[in-house]
């Protein structure tokens, strides 16, 4: 009951952010990369670029989880035969490469070469334009319409002042 009055806060506060629609859609691009891909060095260094560019943390936290959640029960069902189609329909300068990147002692740690690493990228790119469209265009309309909302509102206005609705909202909002 906790975690899902946690995840309804942070859903709040993300979406009355002042965080930019674009910020959120790389947001959750990112994280839907970090959970596709098996834990490992890849994953580390998709939370490094997270951290490095100008998006909100907790969303692409968030989705990091909702596509991991996703991605454990489709593992051999579609990421590791989505992988194999994807390393066998290569062009030999593709596989060569990845061969070559598989013995070299800092690419090694990438395990570029497995289905698995595979198939959650090419699963990623399959999915990053319309996640990325649908995030942004949803969080932009749902900013607005809220704004306008609670500024016409008048019930909002009369609840504002009550100090039970005060504290409610201190609690689920902070």
């Known amino acids: 009951m906790i ?4 995840i309804c806060r942070w859903l709040y506060r993300t979406l009355n952010s002042d965080v930019r629609p674009w910020q959120i859609g790389v947001a959750v691009l990112l994280g839907a ?3 596709l891909l098996p834990l490992g060095l890849g994953t580390l260094v998709v939370f490094l670029v997270i951290l490095l560019i ?3 943390f907790g969303t692409a936290f968030f989705a990091f989880g909702i596509f991991r959640l996703m991605a454990w029960p489709l593992q ?3 990421i590791r035969p989505l992988g194999a189609a994807f390393t066998d329909h290569l062009p030999q300068a593709g596989k060569d490469f990845l061969v ?3 013995k070299t002692p800092v ?3 990438f395990r570029l070469d497995y289905f698995d690493v595979a198939g959650g990228f090419a699963l990623w790119l399959l999915l990053a334009l319309p996640l990325l469209i649908f995030t942004t265009l949803f969080f932009r309309r749902y900013q607005e319409m809220l704004t306008q909302k609670l500024a016409q509102s008048r019930v909002m206005k009369v609840l504002s002042q009550i100090w039970l609705f005060k504290a409610l909202r201190y609690v689920f909002v902070g």
């Open 33 to 35: 990369l970090a959970g």
């Open 76 to 78: 051999l069902v579609l």
């Open 54 to 56: 100008n998006c909100h």
């Open 107 to 109: 690419l090694s740690l």
């Open 100 to 102: 070559q990147a598989a």
């Open 3 to 6: 975690t899902l009055l946690q």
